[in-house]
């Protein structure tokens, strides 16, 4: 007999295998979905992940039950790579399967009730069974869902258990399709009229009835046009309604017939445009075809404003000439308007974009025109590697530096940047890794000759990188103004850009009103009740809100401690920036970009948009304003807070701080060069502001590689970081510690913890963390692995923490 094993949506430790039943021996191929049942009667759609003839010792397998599609929906390679994703990152096969597939290829049981008869006359039915009968009667078929709602929670036992104890109702359990195609009505002339004498006889026959004579004389221009028509064009071009083009195919004039339609249709217009390069930008490109011969991965370092882009496009036209797949990384689709745009005016619909912004059937499509081999290039943040590619030539990942590329949560907390390298691998592929601040780690790569080096050192035709002065956030002694938000130096500058007709960006890695509030008495801060963090007022809804579980409180006007109305707000966020703005310049236009201002699907878009047209000329915002954003019209950045962004307890401060400055000066005088970026800060002698306000990224490496080494930090070491969640704190602490019990076993290994996590409590989640330094040996990094996910099974399989949850973390960020 045959097994096949497979990959069932849950959070199990391993495939499951199956046997094949005899009809279907020789249909199967990995990658098909079939229908197999788990438990009592639990149904799921599993992928196949190997066909093999070794029966499983421990268990009786199950047969296969159905064979869900004529071809694999994942291909041979799609499975390799969620193998090498699952064992990298500790993750089960079921959570990697989870976050590949779109929700609409993942088929789950619905179970629902069928009836049976009518049985109503043989049985009295109780009052709260009666409605749910009616239903049933109706409908033939309800979901236990659709029970619920009928009769409510109270008595939705009560009446399952009265339905299937007269049988009125049989069970079912079958796998339904969640996907569902789009159709459009087309219409066409009948046959009647195809002839030229009968269509032109029917214009002199509709004259006395203008309307339908409007609606012929539209069909025909877009007819001529488009091949084809549909209704809705012809309803949006005339003004008609549905019932005025029914009324013309009643008289036999107009046919109606559904087709099914592409959700995804381009409406563009591809344009042969040249590429033209600079003398920098050719020297670039000719140093990054060299690289790319001799490595598989170049990092392309091009200062801000350099024109990475067009490089881009040029190796991925050359890619798509050698009939292979390409596939364009970003670390936030929702801020790259200005890029789709671009990139569709070069590949039109050979290009796909790839996101969480498209529906549930929208992915369907895009996966099934990747598979077929319709999109040719792929634009997507980190999801985009999931998709089920042939044939990748090259893979570009843009600003590889950016910390969005990894997976936070769910499982699997891959990142992006490594895993394209390793999917890049198993096709043939090359990677271009772009940044003007490269990550210490591919420096380091490139240092140690694992990677192309390709620099870009001037802006796009030799503008001039922006002038970085730094200002005293501390204000002279006598001198107070505007609680140090925006210092008379920075005014001024605004000043001067708003006198020139520039736009200027103001810098706040900070949302809300005041990030906390204190008694100026007692010391006490209101805090989360669900986390252990302190609340943040909103002024725009006037609330406390916790920026961790989402819960938000009424604003506190007296101390609960010691009774004192003496509450004052310390720090500030963008929304209380954005209101001093306001106050100091009232005829300026202000916005506000950040993750509350930010939350409608087209807010992104609109506010580039009147970016763009220079319909804003002060915009204020968090990290979100350093991505994505080119415009000629700035020529002002302020950094508000330098000391915030170097203050931060982990080893990768300094770096996250340096390419978060220099990133958003970097938005400052792109096109003529008159750019101006002020950082305001306490602490001017840091050396980051230093490196930061001379551009200079290698003096920047030089000195962090040397103080990583120093500490045995990434990248001389593999960090892996252990979770523990309970809503009783005591097991927390204990599963956290038997696992560090257990990790003294193991030689090698540089242990800290447990200990509390930074914020050691949110959504009533007490939270526990062990950190792991291993050495850089993929042996010894495979064996820990392993351990900890036997460990893992042990701990959670102890009486009192079997509801303990244990998250693991390989190189978080």
Known sequence: MRFADVIIPLNLPQVLTYGIPEQLQGTLQPGMRVEVSLGRNKQYAGIIDKLHDRAPEL??????????????????????????????????????????????????????????????VLYEWSEAASEAVFALEQRKEITLSDLRGIVGLRFFAQVLNELIEKQAVLINDSLESTYSIKKEKIVTLTPAYQEEAAIIKLFNELERAPKQLQLLMAYTELSIKNGFVRRQDLMERTGSTAAQ???????????????????????????????????????????????????????????????????????????????????????????????????????GEEMGVYHSHFSNNERVEIWEKVRKG???????????????????????????????????????????????????????????????????????????????????????????????????????????YGGQMITPPLQQAIIEALQNRRQVILFQNRRGY?????????????????????????????????????????????????????????SFGTEKIEEEVKQIFPEARVARMDVDSMRGKKSMTDLLTKLDARKIDIL?????????????????????????????PDFRVNERAFQLMEQVSGRAGRTDGAGRVLIQAYNLKHPVLEWVQAHDVHTFYSNEIQYRQYFGYPPFSRLIKITFKHADEQKATIGAELMAKALTTLDGLTVQGPGPAIVPRVRNMYIMEIWIKCPRDGKLLDNVKAFLKEQKQIITGTRGLNSLQVLFDVDPV
């Not at 963090?533 to 609960?560: F, N, Q, R």
């Open 374 to 480: 319709d999109y040719k290039l792929v634009l997507g943040p980190r999801s985009a590697l999931w998709l089920p590619y042939s044939d990748i030539g090259l893979i570009i990942a843009d600003e590889e530096h950016d910390g969005s590329y990894k997976q936070k949560d769910p499982a699997p907390r891959f990142h992006a940047r490594d895993a394209a390298i390793y999917l890049a691998g198993l096709h043939g592929a090359k990677v271009i890794l772009g940044s003007a601040t490269p990550s210490v780690e591919s420096l380091y790569n490139v240092q140690h000759n694992k990677y192309a080096y390709v620099p870009l050192k001037e802006r796009y035709l030799g503008v001039k990188m922006p002038v970085i002065e730094l200002v005293n956030a501390q204000p002279a002694a006598g001198v107070p």
């Open 620 to 648: 204020v915002g968090t990290q979100m304003v350093v991505k994505g954003l080119d415009f000629a019209g700035v020529s002002l950045v302020g950094i508000l807070n330098a000391d915030n962004l170097l203050s931060f």
């Open 245 to 347: 083009v029914k009324a013309l195919a009643e008289k036999g004039i107009f046919v109606l017939e559904d087709r099914q339609a592409d959700r995804l249709l381009y409406t563009g217009k591809q344009q042969n445009i040249d590429i033209l390069f600079t003398p920098a930008q050719a020297e670039a490109y000719t140093k990054l075809q060299q690289g790319l011969e001799e490595k598989n991965v170049a990092l392309l370092h091009g200062v801000t404003g350099s024109g990475k882009t067009l490089l881009y496009i040029q190796k991925i036209k050359e890619c798509l000439a050698t009939g292979k797949q390409a596939v364009f990384l970003l670390p936030e689709i929702a801020l790259t308007t200005q890029l789709v745009s671009r990139l569709m005016a070069h590949f």
């Open 514 to 570: 005041a990030p906390f509030q204190i008694c100026t008495v007692c010391g006490w801060v209101p805090q989360c009740k669900n986390c252990a963090v302190s609340l943040t007022y909103h002024k725009s809804t006037d609330k406390m809100h916790c920026h961790y579980c989402g819960m938000k409180a009424s604003v506190i006007h007296t101390c609960p401690s010691c009774g004192s109305n003496r509450l004052t707000s310390k």
């Open 59 to 120: 268990y009786s397998v199950k047969p296969i039950k159905n064979v869900l599609d004529e071809h694999p929906v994942v291909n041979e390679i799609q499975l390799t790579f969620w193998r090498w994703i699952g064992q990298y990152y500790i993750a089960a096969p079921g959570e990697v399967m989870q976050a590949a597939l779109p929700a609409h290829l993942k088929l789950m049981a619905e179970t629902s009730l069928v009836w049976c008869g009518e049985l109503d």
